[in-house]
């Protein structure tokens, strides 16, 4: 049986143009923007409990657009995602923390970054000990908790 | 039919692990219900890529987004703060920070050092023991020789400083203010079948090492061993009482949903400072019309939170980040009473390592300091792995308008009414913040941090539930006498943070544990004549 898509696919195409729009891709750090497919597909992939506030997001977005955001021209496009960001709450929010959390953790974008393509466990990481000098003059206070009678 | 127990503990989280494991040996018939179940580490968060996502969903410290079957929901509509916790075996400490200082000795006295609120029927020195026993069974790592506080003897030593620490150690010094390694239960040796520490970093909701203590693998095995019986996914509806205004045990539903009765001499409640006073309310009845234990009518009052002020910058050298521990150090330079800072009381102050790229990115874009287009990379890469930040602890002065009560509307799965919390930070509290702000911030610009951003209070820092059933020698002032015994009914106890009378200015857990622990030993003291 098919499963009813999460969301239609003009809602697809904001999404993806609104993404490119908070994130675009750049050549300097070798980095794809928030409309890459791969992106794109780990995001309705793992839509999931957030589904219902970013319809809700992207049907506010289709609004106050009244067309789709790539056939805006540029300046219009900008003005209607600041109306789009101060205006949204919570469902706008749950947007763009969406688009974040699923850029942040791409491969191409981890590597840029430097950090290991891995979660945490089992491998853990290596925290330096530090310079446990500074603590001399802590140390050598009097005593400064206060008595009771 | 259950066959009726000795002891009946509600909930098996940091306090009602404790009072099991404590009175084990007393070799009675203990059992425990807890709401939820067994935790499973091969499902924790930090074992997957998705470990930074799964803190906005199943792993949410709210209990309204997270919305698992374990978790009830609160109206928390009415408060600035909302409330978080976690539901299950080993309770809130399964996801909580580790961080675990202890109240100070004033705290108990502020009635008397300050003329606010009211002292409390105990003092630090009755603790002291139990804090140690408490601290051996946690596994707790810190260092010795704090000169803000008595003198304590930690099991394992501390964590690295790192290069958080460091950074924040050296600012520190450049204002001349006390600061101190936290003590954490996160082990940093072997320790008691527990492996060491090996930096996952993302510690709060849940550690897949199990080097974070929770009593699920602390208390809880050693009380069972000890015979204690835990029965999970059974929540508890009500407490159900006899015609001589005893506690004659509980109505709950079972993991089938089928509702059950089990017999008890004794109950114990630890359901925290929201889920005890919700409990207490759906037990009224006609013998009780407000609630049981409730003729003081400050059932599900004085709830207090500890609103934090939160502050972060950005350094240029690299920080710890999610590389470690979340919290490192902690200072008390502000937490005694100096009036000429336009407040009582005072604030603890904890210091962040930094925090994932998916936190950095959503919490700086939220903030307006990491920009869309094409300058968002160059902005990412100054900002992710350079933060640092600290956040002030305010003691929060028991008000009675700050409460629990049963929403008229909001019901669990089981169809049990909800709590509902009203909440307001008070005039003395808002100052403290306002202070701690600004020291905060003072702390940053030494460290040579820009970019620097407040959360004031923590939306969803409702961590501590305290107050709202307090402890007290006047059954008119206290819904507890000075060893967790109701006042109202001989055989009921409450060991949780709903006890405390203040809130002191730091994180609540040990102490929690340290009274639950210090009733424990009241009760076993006095298995005689407990009744009378």
Known sequence: MLTKPALTPAQ?????SFAAMIIPDSAEYKVPGADDPKIQADILATLGRDTEPVREALDHLARLAGQPLAGLDPAR????????RNSGGAATATLIRVVLQCYYRDDRVLRSLGLELRPPFPEGYTLEQGDWSLLDPVKARPAMWRRVP | MNEAVDVLIIGAGASGAAVAWSLAETKMHILCLDQGGWMNPAAYPSRGRDWEARFFGDYSPSPNIRARPEDYPINDDNSPIKVVNFNGVGGSTVMYTAHFPRLHPSDFKVKTLDGVADDWPIDYDTLAPFFAEN?????VSGLSGDPAFPPTEPPMPPLPLGRSGAALGKAMNKLGWHWWPSDTTVATTDYEGRARCINLGHCTPACAQGAKASTDITYWPA???????????????????????????VVYYDKDGVEQFQGAEVVIIACNGIGTPRLLLNSASGRFPNGLANSSGLVGKNLMFHPYAQVYGFVEEVTDS?????ICLWSKEFYETDLSRGFVRGYAFQFGRGAGPVMEAVMSEAKGILPWGAAH??????????????????????EEHNRVTLDPHLKDIHGIPAPKVDYTIGENSAKMMEHGVARAKEVL??????DICVNCPILYGGWHLLGTARMGTDPERSVVNEWGRSHDVKNLFIVDGSVFVTSGGVNPTSTIQAIALYIADQMKSRLANLFD
């Open chain 2, 377 to 398: 990379h160059a902005v990412f890469r100054r900002l992710n792995g350079h933060r640092l930040q600290l956040s002030a602890i305010c003691e929060d002065l028991p």
């Open chain 1, 12 to 16: 697809r195409d904001d999404l993806r």
């Open chain 1, 77 to 84: 496009r900008e003005t209607v995602a600041k109306e789009f």
């Open chain 2, 223 to 249: 009380a069972l061993r000890a015979g204690v019986e835990l029965r999970t996914h059974c929540r508890v509806r009500e407490i159900t009482t006899n015609e001589h205004g005893m506690a004659s045990g």
């Open chain 2, 445 to 450: 610009a030494a460290a040579g941090a820009t």
């Open chain 2, 135 to 139: 601290d051996r069974m946690m596994g």
């Open chain 2, 322 to 326: 999610n590389r470690a521990p979340p």
